[in-house]
């Protein structure tokens, strides 16, 4: 089972950007498509973003198509997650996950969870 650890949330103004990063352990990294998910408060986590193993697909939820973008350097055993034009209603904690397809991880099915960041954007 691979272990994921994610970093680069913060505060951030509206319009802001912010990348974060999930490392992973383990030598089966490249043959897991990973995902980032989001819990904010009081609502349950919902996808975010998912990337192939070879990070020739991804899949976006609606509302950060055109400003999220997913990618993943199977060389580092790291997947990012760059968030650009920020709002307020981003402001949640940030999960990656590890799964055995993108489809799977669409539908919450994952092997692998990080323990999460957070990110906060003010108005």
């Known amino acids: 089972q691979v272990q994921l650890v994610e970093s680069g949330g913060g505060l951030v103004q509206a319009g802001g950007s912010l990348r974060l990063s999930c490392a992973a352990s383990?030598?089966?990294?490249?043959?897991?498509?990973m995902g980032w998910f989001r819990q904010a408060p009081g609502k349950e986590r919902e996808f975010v973003a998912v990337?192939?193993?070879?990070?020739?697909?991804?899949l976006y939820v609606d509302s950060v198509k055109g400003r999220f973008t997913i990618s993943r350097d199977n060389a580092k055993n790291t997947v990012y997650l760059q968030m650009n034009s920020l709002k307020p209603e981003d402001t949640a904690v940030y999960y990656c996950?590890?799964?055995?397809?993108?489809?799977?991880?669409?539908?919450?099915?994952?092997?692998?969870w990080g323990q999460g960041t957070q990110v906060t954007v003010s108005s």
């Open positions: 996950a590890a799964g055995s397809g993108p489809r799977m991880l669409v539908a919450g099915i994952s092997e692998s």
């Open positions: 383990g030598r089966t990294f490249s043959s897991y498509a």
């Open positions: 990337i192939s193993w070879s990070g020739g697909s991804t």
